[in-house]
C-alpha cells in the first residue's frame, strides 16, 4: 500500500520507531488509531526535518 512516508521505509530509522511503537502497542500502553506506517512515517519525517535543521 502506498503512503505519503515510502520514502523513509527501508531506514534503520524506521525500524527502530517502528520497534519501539510496537512495544508500547504490545505493552498496551498506547492505542493505535491510525496505520502503523503513517504513524511511524510521521515520526521519521519530523526526526529527518530536526536533523536538517542542525
Do not use: F, S
Not at 8 to 15: A, V
Not at 28 to 37: A, C, F, P, S, Y
Amino acid at each position: 500500500m502506498t503512503h505519503p512516508y515510502e520514502k523513509y521505509e527501508n531506514t534503520e530509522q524506521w525500524k527502530k520507531v517502528n520497534q519501539v511503537i510496537a512495544e508500547l502497542v504490545e505493552n498496551q500502553d498506547i492505542e493505535e488509531l491510525t496505520k502503523r506506517e503513517y504513524i511511524v512515517g510521521y515520526i521519521c519525517k519530523k526526526l529527518a526535518e530536526t536533523e536538517e535543521t542542525k
